[in-house]
């Protein structure tokens, strides 16, 4: 990326950006396809859900506490604590849209982890980063889950190719550039011992949304931070 | 599982996911947060990405689950640290996973 120009960047270079993380969601998006189709869930309502959830963590989620059984209150708020970090997320890149309401509404869709992620890279967030890596992955959500829902049982079990451990790596990758400054480290080993904490206990998505306070470091007067460049572990 | 219950999930998860992605952009507008809640905000990323790191390799049905996936994403952890491409770390956990899952 050190040949891009420090400039404004436009939504190409977000389309660029994401373009090397691509795999992850086509390979998601086929999963859940699959997994959707294979539990019942339905083609239809997959594809649908990856158009207007847009959230591969929730999504699965979903799916899994149905299939096991569970109430569909349940698949729902474990969907929705899966994602009301997204609240958060929203308000932190809130300033950076520009325009009247509802292109705000539009372009706010293309928040996701990954997008969020990438469009902070560079100190402050970047709108054309955010909307066009967000754009990029939103149609190869959306367009593997369809392609994943008429594979049908060729992947009966998309984790006998270890694809939840890519998926926990693919977040690693993205954290790993954060964790450079100190407090950032000790927010998120917090956050890491307040997951496991709860895992044991609570509902899936609880313990994410309960590491979550972990950010309230942020409100300590003097940070002492890393120098920066200097390797994070 | 009745189908429409996967219907009422998509559309109740639908709206509220987009009403959380919506909440900033649309609600907040162009305002800018004071320093101490940006700086609270800012800390969210690593601890959620964190979070979603923790759940993914040990996360199981209400438990803590040691398995193939914490070898693949140690493995992974091990690349990022040598600066290997986000795509060699994912390559590298899910090749370790499924080899360890097809061992045992």
Redesign the interface.
């Known amino acids: 990326m050190g040949d891009e120009p420090t400039a404004s960047p436009r939504i190409r270079d977000g389309v660029r950006r994401a373009l090397?993380?691509a795999?992850?969601p086509v390979l998601f998006g086929l999963s859940f396809g699959v997994l959707a189709d294979a539990?019942?869930?339905?083609a239809v309502?997959a594809v649908?859900?990856s158009a207007?959830?847009?959230?591969g963590?929730?999504?699965f989620a979903?799916v899994s506490v149905?299939?096991a059984g569970g109430t569909?209150a349940a698949?729902?708020l474990a969907?929705?604590f899966l994602?009301?970090?997204?609240?958060?997320?929203?308000?932190?890149?809130?300033?950076i849209?520009p325009g009247g309401?509802l292109r705000?509404?539009a372009?706010?869709?293309s928040?996701v982890?990954e997008s969020?992620?990438l469009s902070?890279r560079r100190g402050r967030f970047e709108w054309p980063i955010l909307v066009g890596s967000g754009l990029v992955f939103y149609v190869l959500w959306v367009g593997s889950t369809a392609v994943g829902t008429v594979l049908g049982g060729v992947l009966e079990d998309p984790?006998?190719?270890?694809?939840?451990?890519?998926?926990?790596?693919?977040?690693?990758?993205?954290?790993?550039p954060?964790?450079r400054e100190r407090?950032?480290?000790q927010?998120?080993a917090?956050?890491?011992g307040?997951?496991?904490a709860l895992?044991?206990?609570?509902?899936?998505g609880v313990?994410?949304i309960a590491?979550?306070v972990?950010?309230?470091?942020?409100?300590r007067r003097s940070?002492r931070t890393g120098s920066p460049g200097s390797p994070w572990? | 599982?009745v189908?429409s219950?996967?219907?009422?999930?998509?559309g109740?998860?639908?709206?509220?996911?987009?009403a959380?992605?919506?909440?900033?952009?649309?609600?907040?507008?162009?305002?800018?947060?004071p320093g101490?809640i940006?700086?609270?905000?800012?800390?969210?990323?690593?601890?959620?990405?964190?979070?979603?790191?923790?759940?993914?390799?040990?996360?199981?049905e209400?438990?803590?689950t040691v398995d193939?996936?914490v070898a693949?994403?140690g493995a992974?952890?091990v690349a990022?640290?040598l600066r290997a491409?986000?795509?060699v770390?994912?390559?590298?956990?899910?090749?370790?996973?499924?080899?360890l899952?097809?061992a045992f």
């Open positions: 090397p993380l795999p992850s539990t019942g869930f339905g309502a649908v859900m207007t959830t847009f959230a963590a929730a999504q979903s149905l299939d569909v698949a729902i969907a929705i994602n009301a970090r997204y609240v958060a997320i929203s308000v932190a890149v809130a300033s849209f309401k705000r509404l372009e706010s869709q928040i982890d969020w992620a902070g984790n006998a190719l270890g694809l939840d451990a890519a998926f926990a790596a693919l977040f690693l990758a993205l954290a790993a954060y964790l407090r950032a480290q927010a998120a917090l956050a890491a307040i997951t496991l895992i044991p206990f609570a509902p899936a313990p994410i590491a979550s972990a950010c309230l470091l942020g409100l940070p572990w | 599982m189908v219950s996967a219907w009422i999930v998509v109740v998860v639908g709206i509220a996911t987009i959380f992605k919506a909440a900033g952009p649309v609600l907040i507008g162009r305002r800018a947060l101490r940006e700086s609270v905000v800012g800390l969210l990323a690593p601890v959620m990405l964190v979070a979603l790191v923790v759940t993914q390799t040990f996360g199981g209400k438990e803590i193939a996936r693949g994403v992974a952890f990022i640290l491409h986000v795509i770390a994912m390559a590298i956990a899910a090749a370790v996973t499924a080899l899952r097809l």
